[in-house]
């Protein structure tokens, strides 16, 4: 059965194929063979740390004159304990005023140098971003020390961003994909672990108060939790001068004692009734290796490769039209996921494709050159803009990788034999290893998802209103 659906998938991907072609008037040119993948080579850089434990690296890249500079503190949502989106509000609140200006007045400063100030939040990061034009980047790090470094942190602005955040929200709860993360965090996480809480609640938002952001900014929050970068066209010892006269005095802070963010592992599988959905909002999940371990390399190929054909495969048979998958990497773990909005009456059909897809791949060896190739040329490419590199670097630094991390990209990612992914798939991506979540008409799916032979050792939660 497993065989004959993929044997059918492989199928239907080939038919397509013909089809598109049928549509061209002229006879279609043979295709060119694959040249070797581009090698990539870090673009020569500085890295410092100054006394206190700030790190600083200055990337020279591009031709523009223009730098972009980025602050970046391991101070993320895995932090907030069970205070959820404490991070968030920390950081946005920071934004708001900082050394006696309103977020008005520094936004003015950074718009005359051309640029603007830009903060986020991920899982274990808050950042503080600018891109201004070269000869104003020496006092753009002035502006960027005073929002991290002097907050104000005004009662009054943060009733402000509680109004914000909470309309966001109250706007945002209903949507399938809020609910479907909400549902497979709550079950890959323990309640004691911050990332169990995919959103806080408006009595938690509104009940944070100034002492528990200092709190939270005073306890992770210091130098040497601090990575500056800056990148681009600029006066390497004028931008020097300006960090070390800025945050050099910035005492090193508290330790990082963040818990890691392993997944839990299933089967288990939670049904959602969301009546008269005409879709099915689907999130299946594996957990996998972490990011700095053996099999990783094997996984991004997986990912790459089968998230394609079960892309096409599910958009050429009418299942849905906006299949993806993707890697999550945590701390000391991570998960693999595919997600999906399907037609609702094909909902098992296209489940159980998708299963009996990831089942093959567990059992057989199967080509991926050309999805190794594209995959190291399209790294390449994504690396070749600031924003791309320094999306890279901030990536291997926030998951303590190697610094030549980035320089041996290709090379691993071209070395990774099919043998490999086959198995990488066989360790991890087994039927007593998933969580599935799927939010949906349950009167019109429930029966034939239990039904599915890949689930029938799952644990069943179902909600209904």
């Known amino acids: 059965m497993i065989i004959s659906r993929v044997l059918g998938l492989l199928m239907a991907l080939t038919a397509a194929v013909i089809s598109t072609s049928s549509v061209h008037s002229q006879p279609l040119q043979p295709r060119p063979e694959v040249g070797e993948a581009i090698p990539f080579e870090l673009p020569a850089t500085n890295t410092i740390m100054l006394e206190n434990g700030l790190v600083v690296t200055f990337i020279p890249w591009g031709m523009t004159p223009t730098a972009q500079i980025l602050v970046s503190v391991r101070a993320g949502n895995i932090d907030d304990g069970m205070e959820t989106w404490l991070a968030d509000i920390t950081t946005a609140l920071m934004e708001e005023g900082a050394a006696g200006r309103s977020k008005e007045e520094t936004a003015i400063l950074f718009a005359d140098m051309g640029g603007s100030l830009v903060t986020s939040v991920t899982h274990t990061h808050s950042n503080f971003a600018t891109y201004i034009l070269s000869e104003n980047a020496p006092d753009a790090i002035h502006l960027l020390a005073d929002t991290v470094l002097r907050p104000d942190f005004s009662s009054e602005a943060l009733s402000g961003v509680q109004q914000t955040i909470t309309h966001d929200l109250e706007r945002n709860r209903s949507l399938p994909d809020v609910i479907a993360t909400e549902a497979f965090l709550e079950l890959l996480y323990p309640e004691d672990h911050p990332y169990h809480r995919a959103y806080p609640t408006d009595a938690q938002i509104n009940g944070y108060r100034v002492s528990d952001l200092r709190r939270f900014y005073r306890n992770h929050f210091g130098a040497g939790r601090t990575h500056i970068y800056v990148a681009g066209r600029f006066d390497h010892s004028a931008m020097e001068t300006a960090i070390r ?47 700095d371990q053996k099999m990783a390399p094997a996984l991004e190929v997986f990912d790459i490769a089968i998230g394609s054909m079960i892309a096409g495969h599910n958009r050429e048979s009418g299942y849905s039209y906006s299949p993806f998958t993707y890697i999550s990497w945590t701390r000391d773990g991570g998960y693999w996921t595919y997600a999906d909005d399907i037609n609702s009456p094909m909902t098992a059909n296209a489940l159980t494709d998708v299963l009996s897809v990831i089942g093959w791949q567990r059992e057989n060896v199967w ?41 041996t990209y290709v090379p691993r990612i071209l070395g990774v034999d099919d043998r490999e992914v086959t198995a990488m798939a066989h360790a991890y991506l087994r039927d007593n290893r998933l969580t599935l979540v799927i939010v949906g008409d349950l009167d019109l799916i429930e029966h034939d998802i239990r039904a599915i032979p890949a689930l029938q050792g799952a644990n069943f939660i179902v909600t209904r209103d």
């Open 367 to 407: 080509d991926a050159s050309l999805t190794r190739d594209w995959m190291a040329s399209n790294f390449v490419m994504a690396t070749a803009s600031t924003n791309g590199l320094l999306d890279q670097m901030i990536s291997r630094d926030a998951h303590d990788l190697p610094f030549d991390y980035l320089d």
């Open 245 to 291: 006269d800025t945050f050099g005095q910035w005492t090193i802070g508290p330790a990082d004692t963040a818990p890691d963010g392993i997944p839990a592992q299933g089967p288990t599988v939670r049904l959602i009734d969301r009546p008269g959905a005409l879709q099915s909002t689907v999130r299946l999940i594996y957990p996998v290796s972490a990011i």
